[in-house]
């Protein structure tokens, strides 16, 4: 068996081999997904030779595919002369161990690629130290078989000094140790970053209005931005392009000025940890007065990505965010070979978005229940300015919304809760608060929409009524 020198969490130039099972849910899901892997390896620079797929339930708990479809892949990798094979979902460590023992080749999974386009994409200090975290909590698992020389021992009977001799602590014991302690600074100096980056996030929202960017990554976020504010942002069609946020000042046709922000891109199965990293970047989200949701029109899969950015705004309580879809593209979305036509694909999503499912809606006056911001997507191009300024007549329109409809609510929580007292404060008209004895308090306010997820997140209460 070849020694696989497993010494960093690295996809070079290297022959890949790609596996997916199927069989699990949607076939066109599953298509989708195994396009969106031949992108992330293209992106880490892997050169995609070979593609396997096995039709199963569920992945087998000890080699992930079938034993017959792993001989049939071990000779598939000999046959083109594949050094790395790339699965589409996330495998165990035992998983990845039984896979590399008999193709004799390395095995990576899903997270580990995209947290290598995210090593290599990082350039300010905090991107770094969110990748190195993400990358450290990812490998404390599978230390095992990412160094060669855990069979040694730091004692022993010859080699070990006085103090030292005896059967000592396994090389592996003293690997976790120090890894547990690297991720135990990364995690205090994250800290540090994220309260700057709070305090600076905090102060724009109390001056300006802000607005973000989101969407599935490389929808055209960054050329969005460029389009709109002229800031310059890196353009390159590689997905996770942009992972440090970048805040510039836009202009709007009334001559009002917001704060427009660009944001890491998603993708479906993000990592959990990557999403707890980058807590700080997604940090301009949760602040923001209005989402622009940036979705790719020219895709077969626009829906589908949709749901998956939906998906992860909910998980950093952005659900109930005031949130404008944006359909990106449509100058390429028109020349597009997709099933259904452009012009067919708008009303239906349209038609989807009044129905709520991409979040982020407004009160409905005597009602409890939620419209949406707008009323129908708003298409454009980026790269034409196709639609640029139908966008920023939206985008007015929808602020404006915001501002007339504010939400009144008591909000109960800890007394020494000194953010979310402070944001309340700021953002919203306190009309009272009253405390129960025990170390809590529960304000009376009218806050903006947006401000819900913001104030969930804080550990507050919300009681509507």
Not at 130 to 147: G, H, N, S, T
Not at 311 to 320: N, S, T
Not at 325 to 339: F, I, Q
Not at 425 to 442: E, F, R
């Amino acid at each position: 068996m070849v020694d696989l020198k497993r010494t960093e969490l690295r996809v070079h130039a290297e022959r890949a081999v790609l596996i997916q099972l199927r069989g699990q849910g949607d076939g066109q899901l599953d298509a989708a997904s195994l396009e969106e892997l031949r992108s992330l390896a293209r992106t880490a620079h892997a050169n995609v030779v070979g593609e396997m797929c096995q039709s199963r339930r569920k992945p087998d708990p000890r080699s992930y595919l079938g034993k017959g479809k792993v001989e049939e892949l071990a000779s598939l990798c000999r046959q083109k002369r594949a050094d790395l094979v790339i699965c589409d979902d996330d495998l165990s460590p035992a998983q990845v161990k039984a896979l590399e023992t008999q193709l004799d080749v390395k095995v990576a999974d899903r997270s580990e690629l995209i947290l290598d386009i995210f090593a290599t994409h990082a350039r300010t200090r905090q991107a770094k130290l969110q990748v190195e975290f993400a990358q450290l909590e990812y490998a404390l698992p599978r230390l095992k078989k990412l160094w060669s020389h855990l069979d040694r021992t730091a004692g022993g009977a010859i080699e070990g000094g006085i103090g030292v001799r005896g059967p000592g602590e396994k090389q592996l014991e003293v690997d976790r140790r120090l890894v547990q302690k690297k991720i135990y600074d990364l995690k205090q100096a994250l800290q540090k970053t994220e309260r700057r980056r709070h305090l600076m996030v905090r102060q724009r929202a109390g001056k300006f209005t802000t607005v973000t960017l989101v969407g599935y990554t490389n929808a055209g976020k960054s050329t969005l931005m460029n389009a709109l504010t002229g800031a310059g942002v890196s353009v390159r069609d590689h997905l996770f392009e942009t992972l440090d946020t970048r805040t510039r000042k836009w202009t709007l046709p009334d001559g009002s000025h917001v704060l427009l922000s660009d944001t890491v891109g998603f993708i479906r199965k993000l990592p959990h940890h990557l999403v707890a990293s980058f807590h700080a970047t997604l940090e301009e989200a949760l602040e923001a007065d209005l989402l622009l949701h940036v979705a790719d029109a020219s895709s077969s899969m626009t829906e589908a990505q949709i749901d998956a950015v939906a998906e992860v705004l909910g998980e950093i309580g952005c659900a109930d965010k005031p949130t404008l879809l944006v359909l990106n593209k449509v100058d390429a979305a028109e020349r597009s070979s997709n099933d259904v036509p452009l012009a067919v694909r708008l009303p239906l999503l349209a038609a989807r978005f009044d129905r709520g499912t991409t979040g982020g809606g407004l009160p409905v006056e005597g009602g409890g229940g939620r419209a949406p911001v707008a009323s129908r997507p708003v298409c454009i191009s980026a790269l034409t300015g196709q639609g640029l300024e139908d966008l920023a007549q939206a985008v007015m329109r929808t602020l404006a919304a915001c501002r007339a409809s504010p939400l009144q609510v008591t909000v109960e929580t800890a007394a020494g809760n000194g953010k979310l007292l402070s944001l309340l404060y700021d953002k919203g008209t306190v009309l009272g608060q009253t405390y129960d004895g025990a170390g809590g308090v529960a304000l009376q306010v009218k806050v903006p929409p947006a401000l819900r997820g913001v104030i969930e997140s804080l550990g507050g209460r919300m009681i509507e009524g």
